[in-house]
């Protein structure tokens, strides 16, 4: 690995987390196509690389939501509960099968979308109420399927997670920590699931893990930074950022 690649790794995790924490995603859906494009790591390392990010990273931000007291609830555990058995569905996936990223890509726009356009657009028009929480096993539910696509694609469920939480009333004081513990977590769990596969089965599918520990370490600075600026934020503000932030990964996925 060059210095140049090693440098632009920890830089890319810092700024993806500096801007994306705040709104509780991990910042591996930005970091998936700097590592395919910039950095030229190969297919499928690139899944469990990104896992490596958001282990490393997660730490940094979660200090500082647990220090600011805003893991008040049944969130977190809600989300991990189908998160975690949902992450190893995804690793065994993304091996087994090696799932093209067409489709993926297709339903993810197709979903985040009209969600982030309508986050922005009730941002900036505020006035009308959210529409009631979603209950306890829809919760899960959606874990469960935000898990298994952070599995196979090694994104973090928090960009799927947060625009729909967000969408139903949900505020992001709470969804920003609790997004991010189901991250850092189920993250754990796909790596040390890639980590077995790799020792039973053939091709790159271990990590890379100079690279994912440098960008995890820019993004350990960059999470704790923006942890610290969220409740800084007013709750408008911070659903404006998730609304493009979501309306971005959709239009990448969609032209791409």
Known sequence: MTWQTALGGFGAGLLIALVTTPVGVSGAVFLLPVQLSVLHVPNPAVTP???????????????????????????????????????????????????????????????LLPLGLWLCVRALRPGRPDRPPLRSRTIVGLGVAAGTVGGVYGIGGGSLLGPILAGRGTPMSRIAPAALAATFVTSIAGAATYGILAVTTTGDIAPQWTLGLLSGVGGLIGGFLGARLQPRLPETALRLLLGVLATGIAVFYLTS
């Open 49 to 111: 690389t990104n896992l490596l990010f958001n282990v490393v990273s997660g730490p940094g931000a979660l200090l500082r939501y647990g220090r600011n007291g805003q893991f008040a609830g049944p969130l977190a555990r809600l989300l991990l509960a189908g998160t975690l058995p949902g992450v190893v569905i995804g690793a065994c996936v993304r091996v087994f099968l090696v799932p093209g990223p067409g489709a993926f890509r297709i339903v993810a726009g197709a979903v």
